[in-house]
Structures are given as structure tokens and as C-alpha cells.
């Protein structure tokens, strides 16, 4: 009867301690399991290394972005004191974070890789007011990491990689990218070098096939733990 | 029984022989608090019991910050959502609206009242002696006894129709359909098996079936285990527990008939479900576990009965845990096919079984022929129900499109 075995499995899982009753909670808290390198967390808004946002102001996340958490305006550069390189620049960048449901789809959609996520997720907010960050809070301070605002618990390693989607093994999908830079400097780092593909990781370690960057310790490019 | 007492609404207690005095009024009143508090503290243990059960069957840990093993979470969770704003939603009909919980929670209270839930059966007819009065411990025991039970579980009904109806709302709305569907179908699978048990006890009163089933005559067996597990699965579908909740089905209905509902209103909905799961885990061992019967292993009389009692329900809530935590939901159609097409036949063919048994033994025939052949009658009908459930099926799969008409 196979309507019935599934009543021994569950049976069987009340005894702690056996292979089939292992408890799998992470009590979230006091404990804190390692994030992936990928991970999708508050967004940052990058400048150059002279110091120049990297924002157009083109409003591709807006028009991208599934939750319309997005709102940007453009404006154009002074030529005395330009914000930008270039003609245009981002004038407002608000991210409303009760909407953002964090797809990334921003940050594929921007064509100057001036936003990215970093990993900080533990933030919260009393107002509604509150939830909205301006461009204020979300640009990269002066040493080129993201801003620690009071109301936001960072980590050690949450800021780091904010541009990791950006720096892939070949960001085009193709495979002739594989290693190349194409992308541009970022303020307090330069131009980082590329990330070691994933067809490295499997002729370096055949048969060992973690998922990509995740709970791996031998991680030559993840720095998480 | 002695047919000295006529029915009364108080029923067959021998608390009120002798007429009813201050102390009968007092000793009542201690019954229906002591049930009322056992009631209250059952559930908050109840849910507390089935999120650590269910979590261990998940490979969790379940709630464990608020006290011991996390014993207050539910406590906790009751003082939270009491504190929470309560919104009514602008087109929901206010009156049925605000309604709705009590017409679920009442019931679920009142059933219990009929429960004997302990007293000395072997030898005795459970009589206790409380403060110098002898009386059943139960609220009462009217002579309707278990059809006070069906009506209650059917106006129960109302709490979760209404609820859904008066929310103004689409997915309440159709919670509220399924609800009524799915617990009018099984009402009929309850009464049939119910009535097996009736055709044995011959009586209604829920004392007298317990004294039927003295010590070791219980229900379960003399009654050839079917109807119980027919009546345990046709409770799981009137008590909208897993797998038979479509009425909250998540992934369809957000939150089904309470969709809507928040703050003290939505505690009470809750309450009254957990209550009704343990009422009802009282009214199947009542019917078919005997009670509180069992070997008296106590050297005080009435302990052993309270006791057996309590091990026997544990055993059932431990069993509705567990099948929420093993099966997965039916679907509509499953629910129903189940419903009318296996549950309510087989119960009536099992009743009409049971009933040529008795009436063999009556007759003076042979009582196993009779059987043998009720059972080959019974298998021909099967056969015949199911050869016209394969032709109605292949007729609509010829004609699809073919309606009513």
C-alpha cells in the first residue's frame, strides 16, 4: 500500500538524532548561514575611480524593474561641475524597499553598471516615508563602499562584491567573453579583475561540483566566510 | 437505565432525581467551568502540540523561544493578535460579518457538553460522587445525546459559510462555496457510520453508549472497525483539516473563508477550529473507544476513567497531526469522488451488513451465512456502482461537450 508508507516516513522523523529526523532549522538570529556570492541584498549606486557617478539617469531600471519600485529623473550635466561623464546624469534615485522585491533586473538592465546589490538584507523602517531611499543614502561614500546607515546591521563581507553579477565569467553569455574585462572602474577599487570562470573550477576539481560560490570553502573568489 | 427519569433537557444526570436545589446549580455550574477551562487550555496546548509534532515531521524545530519548548507560543500568539487593529472590510455585510466567529465557536463549545469524560463503568453506569452528589461527569447527557452533536457540527457550518459570504470578497467567497459543498457531502458519511453505532448501543445518550462498551466491548470491534474509519475520515473533512482543507487552501484561496478577517475575530476562528478538532477527537473515542472505559488500574475509582479517557484522545489528536502531516490536499473533485462515491456507499452497505447480523441473531438463522451473503449482496451493488461510474465517465469522455439537458 503506497498510501501508507508515507505515514512511516513521517513516523520515522520524530526521532531525533536518526539520518531521517536531522533538524535542518537554522535558528536565523543567534546563527547565520553564509551568503552566496550573488546574493541579491540593498542596492548601491557606483561611481568611477574619479570620484564621478556612473548614473545616466536613462531610466532603464524603472522600466524594467517588475515591482515599479524604481522612480529616476535625469537631468543634464553643468559643464562647469558635472555629476556624470557625459550629457546626462541621475538627478533623483529613489528605490521604495516595501515594493523591491530584489530581482536584480536592475541591475542587468543598467547599461553603465552603476547599480548593483550589495548583501545587506537585516534593514527596517518605521514609516513608509522611511522605506523609500533616496540617492542620498544609496551612493558609494568616498572609499567606494556602500553607505552604513544607522538603521541597517551590516556584516563583515556584506559589502564586498557588490558588483559580482557585473564581473561574471562572461557577462555577454558568451563564451569568446570568458575572462575578459569588460566593464568598467570602480571608485576605491579600479578596474577588478574578472572572476575565475566556472569551466576553470571544473578542470582545476573535476567531480566537484558545488553549486557556484555557495557554502564552498575552498572558494577562490567568494572572500564570504 | 431506570425509566423512572423522563427526558428532560438536562437529561438522564442523577443529579436531578431529588429535584433541583442550590447545590445542584452550583455543582452544574462547577461542570460547565471546569469543561469551559479545560476547553481553553486544551487548545493553547492543542496548537502548541501539533506546530511541535508537525515540525519534528518536517525536520524543524517549531516554536521553542516563548517558555519551556516553547509551551506559550500560543499565548503569545493570542495576546499579539488581540492587541492587532481589527479591520472590516467596507463591502462586507457587518452584522453576518462580526457574526460569523461566535457561529463557529459556540458550537465548538457546546459539543463538548454531551462528552462523558471520565466516571466508573466498570460495574457502574459512570455515576461520581461530587461533593456528596452523585452525577455523570459530563455537562449533560440529554436523552438526543449524539444527534445534538450532528446539529451542532451543521450550524458550525454557518460559521465558516457566513464568514465567507459576508466578507465581500471573491476568494472568501468561493472558501465559503467549497464549505458548504464539502460539508453537507460528508454530514451524510457521518450519520450512516454513526448510525452502526447507534444500531448497537440502541440508544442515543452518550452515557449509555459508553456503558454499552463496558471494559472491552468497544465500538471499534463491534462494529468491524469500518464505520470508525469512515467516521474518523468524515471528520477530517467536516473539521476542514488537512488533507480535506480546501476551504483554506493557500496556493487557491489566500486564506479561504478568513481571508478577510484579523485581529480577535481571526483568533477566534482559530480557536474554535482547534476546539472542534479536540471535540470531535472526544466524540469518536466516545462512540467507538469506549470513553473512559478500559481496566481499572487505579485504586481510585473514578482516576482510571479520566485517565483512559485523556491517553485515548491524545491518541487522536495525535492522528489528525498526523495525517496533516503525511497527506497532501485532495482536490475538488477527489474530495467530492470520495464523498459520495466511497464513503457514503460503503457506510450504508456496512450499516445494512450490521443490521442483518442482528437481525440473523433475532431470528435464530445462521448468522455467519447471513453475513456471508449480505456481503456477496453488498460486493454485486459495488460491482454494479462502479460498472456505472466507468460508463458515465466514458460517456462524457465520448461527449465532452454533452451537458444536463
Known amino acids: 500500500m503506497g498510501y501508507l508508507r508515507g505515514f512511516a516516513v513521517t513516523f520515522r522523523k ?36 574619479d570620484g564621478m557617478e556612473k548614473c545616466i539617469g536613462c531610466e532603464l531600471c524603472a522600466g524594467v524593474c517588475p515591482a515599479r519600485c524604481i522612480y529616476v529623473r535625469g537631468a543634464d550635466n553643468s559643464p562647469d561641475d558635472p555629476v556624470s561623464p557625459g550629457e ?3 538627478y533623483v534615485y529613489e528605490i521604495n524597499y516595501l515594493r523591491c522585491i530584489h530581482c536584480d ?9 552603476a547599480i548593483t546589490e550589495s548583501k545587506l538584507f537585516e534593514f527596517s523602517f518605521t514609516s513608509r516615508a522611511d522605506a523609500i531611499y533616496t540617492k542620498d543614502e544609496l551612493v558609494v561614500g568616498d572609499d567606494g563602499r556602500p553607505q552604513q546607515l544607522p538603521w541597517e546591521d551590516w556584516h563583515p563581507g556584506d559589502d564586498e562584491h557588490t558588483s559580482a553579477w557585473v564581473r561574471a565569467t562572461s557577462p555577454s553569455g558568451r563564451a569568446d567573453y570568458e575572462g575578459k574585462v569588460a566593464w568598467s572602474g570602480e571608485l576605491g577599487y579600479g578596474i577588478r579583475p574578472p572572476e575565475q570562470g566556472q569551466a576553470a573550477d571544473e578542470a582545476s576539481d573535476s567531480g566537484h561540483h558545488d553549486r557556484h560560490g555557495f557554502d564552498d570553502p575552498h572558494d577562490a573568489h567568494g572572500g564570504h566566510r | ?60 524545530i ?78 449533560s447527557d440529554p436523552p438526543v445525546g449524539i444527534l445534538l452533536v450532528l446539529a451542532l457540527s451543521s450550524v458550525a457550518v454557518y460559521g465558516v459559510m457566513l464568514a465567507g459570504w459576508s466578507s465581500g470578497s471573491k476568494y472568501p467567497l468561493l472558501a465559503s462555496v467549497r464549505a458548504s459543498a464539502q460539508m453537507v457531502s460528508y454530514e451524510a458519511a457521518l450519520g450512516l457510520s454513526l448510525a452502526a453505532v447507534l444500531l448497537k448501543s440502541g440508544s442515543l445518550s452518550t452515557n449509555q453508549i459508553v456503558s ?47 481571508t478577510e478577517y484579523s485581529s480577535i475575530r481571526f483568533a477566534l476562528f482559530f480557536l474554535a477550529e482547534f476546539m472542534n478538532t479536540i471535540t ?41 497531526v498526523w495525517l496533516r502531516a ?48 449480505m456481503l456477496a449482496v453488498m460486493a454485486a451493488l459495488a460491482a454494479l456502482l462502479g460498472l456505472a461510474l466507468r460508463a458515465a465517465r466514458h460517456r462524457r469522455e465520448l461527449d465532452p461537450q454533452g451537458g444536463f439537458a
Not at chain 1, 546563527?31 to 546574493?39: G, I, L, S, Y
Not at chain 1, 533586473?105 to 553598471?113: G, H, R, S, W
Not at chain 2, 478500559?294 to 485517565?307: A, E, I, M, Q, Y
Open chain 2, 280 to 320: 470531535m477527537s472526544a466524540i469518536i473515542v466516545t462512540l467507538f473507544l469506549g470513553g473512559p472505559n478500559g481496566p481499572d488500574f487505579t485504586t481510585v475509582g473514578w482516576l482510571s476513567g479520566l485517565l483512559w479517557f485523556f491517553a485515548k484522545l491524545v491518541l487522536f489528536l495525535f492522528t489528525f
Open chain 2, 1 to 60: 437505565m431506570t425509566a423512572v427519569l423522563g427526558p428532560s433537557v438536562f437529561g438522564l444526570d442523577p443529579l436531578y432525581i431529588g429535584g433541583v436545589g442550590l447545590a445542584e446549580v452550583l455543582v452544574t455550574l462547577l461542570k460547565v467551568g471546569v469543561a469551559f477551562a479545560f476547553l481553553l487550555v486544551a487548545v493553547m496546548l492543542m496548537i502548541w502540540f501539533e506546530r511541535k509534532l508537525i515540525s519534528d515531521m518536517q525536520n524543524r
Open chain 1, 105 to 113: 533586473l536592475c541591475v542587468e538592465a543598467c547599461p553603465t553598471e
Open chain 1, 14 to 49: 520524530l526521532f531525533k538524532g536518526t539520518a531521517t529526523g536531522r533538524v535542518v532549522t537554522t535558528q536565523y538570529p543567534d546563527e547565520k548561514r553564509p551568503k552566496p556570492v550573488r546574493f541579491h541584498g540593498r542596492h548601491v549606486l557606483n561611481r568611477y575611480e
Open chain 2, 326 to 373: 503525511t497527506l497532501p490536499r485532495f482536490r475538488y473533485d477527489q474530495l467530492m469522488d470520495l464523498g459520495w462515491k466511497l464513503l457514503i456507499p460503503l457506510s450504508l452497505g456496512w450499516l445494512l451488513v450490521l443490521a442483518s447480523y442482528d437481525i440473523a441473531g433475532d431470528r435464530g438463522w445462521n448468522r455467519a451465512a447471513a453475513v456471508i451473503v
Open chain 2, 212 to 258: 454499552e462498551q463496558a471494559v472491552w466491548n468497544w465500538n471499534l470491534w463491534v462494529t468491524w472497525v469500518v464505520p470508525m474509519v469512515v467516521f474518523l475520515i468524515a471528520v477530517t473533512a467536516e473539521l476542514n483539516r488537512p488533507p480535506f482543507d480546501l476551504v483554506e487552501a493557500e496556493q487557491e484561496l489566500v486564506g479561504g473563508f478568513h
Open chain 1, 88 to 90: 546626462r546624469y541621475g
Open chain 2, 62 to 139: 517549531g516554536p521553542s523561544l516563548a517558555g519551556p519548548f516553547g509551551i506559550f507560543q500560543t499565548l503569545a500568539d493570542g495576546i499579539k493578535l488581540f492587541f492587532k487593529e481589527d479591520l472590516i472590510p467596507e463591502r462586507s455585510d457587518r452584522l453576518v460579518f462580526k457574526l460569523a466567529p461566535y457561529l463557529s465557536l459556540v458550537p465548538a463549545f457546546l459539543v463538548f457538553a454531551v462528552v462523558p469524560i471520565g466516571g466508573d463503568f466498570n460495574g457502574g453506569d459512570g455515576r461520581v460522587s461530587l461533593f456528596g452528589h452523585e452525577t455523570f461527569l459530563q455537562v
